[in-house]
């Protein structure tokens, strides 16, 4: 086990995820007003753009698309924003990159599942997780994330996103040494609250509880992000690879 992770660990987390429900269960789950019509989405990349739940200072929830990958609003190039698509739960509080955003600018990042890959010598089998049984309804869910506002002297602007990320559970320690945090919905308020204090949100970013997690091998076309159709999740029939 020790030496799958070891392997492991140079994969990415999270790095492709998955939103496929519409967009009136995207509103009502997460409270919101009216949600835009958009295609369901079965192999969201880095550096494209998600959808984002805020809240204004009345706590109020809204819909928004940014960059997938956070560009420190101190940042002299914006492209350092391929790089920062995951934060470690452990330094949010310490990373000059992730530091005042964990203070005050917290998000919800809808999802329905996500991919992650295990590695065998030079082959990589990609995987798809969800919550709960599959089904046709997928179960929506929120990573926990953080948002920046970036913007230079020519009036160029960037709003751009990052999925923290914590130690895996039981269910994903066989593919990696971390797993994205994934928020209960009775947490949703006290994370977008602006005036809570980051010491007493440190103990929501804990791995989501193996239990209610289900996986399975899906086909190698996933590795490519312009592949983005249901293909995508359908379960191979049998796995070359097995953690």
């Given at each position: 086990?020790?030496?799958?992770?070891?392997?492991?660990?140079?994969?990415?987390?999270?790095?492709?995820?998955?939103?496929?429900?519409p967009a009136d269960a995207i509103?009502?789950?997460?409270?919101?007003?009216?949600?835009?019509?958009?295609?369901?989405?079965?192999?969201?990349?880095?550096?494209?753009?998600?959808?984002?739940?805020?809240?204004?200072?009345?706590?109020?929830?809204?819909?928004?698309?940014?960059?997938?990958?956070?560009?420190?609003?101190?940042?002299?190039?914006?492209?350092?924003?391929?790089?920062?698509?995951?934060?470690?739960?452990?330094?949010?509080?310490?990373?000059?990159?992730?530091?005042?955003?964990?203070?005050?600018?917290?998000?919800?990042?809808?999802?329905?599942?996500?991919?992650?890959?295990?590695?065998?010598?030079?082959?990589?089998?990609?995987?798809y997780f969800f919550l709960d049984?599959?089904?046709?309804?997928?179960?929506?869910?929120?990573?926990?994330?953080?948002?920046?506002?970036?913007?230079?002297?020519?009036?160029?602007?960037?709003?751009?996103?990052?999925?923290?990320?914590?130690?895996?559970?039981?269910?994903?320690?066989?593919?990696?040494?971390?797993?994205?945090?994934?928020?209960?919905p009775s947490t949703y308020d006290?994370?977008?609250?602006?005036?809570?204090?980051?010491?007493?949100?440190?103990?929501?970013?804990?791995?989501?509880?193996?239990?209610?997690?289900?996986?399975?091998?899906?086909?190698?076309?996933?590795?490519?992000?312009?592949?983005?159709?249901?293909?995508?999740?359908?379960?191979?029939?049998?796995?070359?690879?097995?953690?």
């Open positions: 086990m020790k030496a799958q992770l070891i392997a492991n660990r140079y994969l990415p987390m999270c790095g492709r995820f998955t939103l496929t429900q509103a009502q789950h997460f409270n919101l007003g009216q949600v835009p019509l958009f295609e369901p989405r079965y192999n969201v990349a880095p550096t494209q753009a998600v959808a984002v739940v805020r809240a204004d200072l009345q706590q109020e929830r809204q819909l928004h698309w940014l960059q997938w990958g956070l560009v420190p609003s101190w940042s002299k190039d914006p492209k350092m924003g391929a790089r920062m698509i995951n934060a470690r739960a452990e330094t949010l509080a310490e990373k000059p990159s992730f530091r005042q955003a964990f203070r005050r600018r917290r998000c919800l990042i809808p999802a329905d599942g996500f991919y992650e890959w295990h590695r065998s010598g030079k082959a990589k089998q990609p995987y049984a599959p089904a046709e309804t997928p179960t929506l869910f929120a990573f926990a994330g953080l948002w920046e506002h970036w913007e230079n002297g020519n009036g160029d602007v960037i709003e751009s996103c990052t999925i923290i990320t914590t130690e895996p559970n039981e269910t994903l320690q066989a593919f990696h040494d971390r797993m994205p945090v994934i928020l209960p006290r994370w977008l609250d602006p005036t809570e204090q980051t010491e007493h949100l440190q103990s929501l970013l804990q791995p989501y509880a193996a239990s209610t997690m289900g996986y399975y091998p899906v086909s190698t076309t996933v590795n490519n992000p312009r592949q983005a159709d249901r293909s995508c999740i359908q379960p191979l029939e049998r796995s070359p690879l097995t953690p």
